[in-house]
Nanobody
Framework: VQLQASGGGLVQAGGSLRLSCAASGRTFRSNAVGWFRQAPGKEREFVATIGRSSSITYYADSVKGRFTISRDSAKNTVYLQMSSLEPEDTAVYYC????????????????WGQGTLVTVSS
């Protein structure tokens, strides 16, 4: 499955963005999907994940209450709605999919998108 992440951009602190992760090649209805991010000079870190069932979601503590992950199976797309953005959220955001259950460990994901840059100005 090929993943295409989009929706990044420049936003002021306190603003919102919605990232999209569109799958092509085949449906990823049976995949768990995760969002990860990597800031310059830092390691890739977990942001959020959603299971095959949309009722199963997990978030990093740093984004809990501000970010919401969701999926639209009809559009073969997973979204990350980001609100109350902070300069610390600045990073390249990647979506990834795996055939197993949701996980916060990036090395368990089989398929990756190319990343989309989110820049939050203070």
């Amino acid at each position: 499955v090929q993943l295409q992440a989009s929706g990044g951009g420049l936003v002021q602190a306190g603003g919102s963005l919605r990232l999209s992760c569109a799958a092509s090649g085949r449906t990823f209805r049976s995949n768990a999907v995760g969002w990860f991010r990597q800031a310059p000079g830092k390691e890739r870190e977990f942001v959020a994940t959603i299971g095959r069932s949309s009722s199963i979601t997990y978030y990093a503590d740093s984004v809990k209450g501000r970010f919401t992950i969701s999926r639209d199976s009809a559009k073969n797309t997973v979204y990350l709605q980001m609100s109350s953005l902070e300069p610390e959220d600045t990073a390249v955001y990647y979506c990834a999919a795996r055939t197993g259950p949701s996980s916060s460990y990036h090395w368990l994901y089989d398929f990756w998108g190319q990343g989309t840059l989110v820049t939050v100005s203070s």
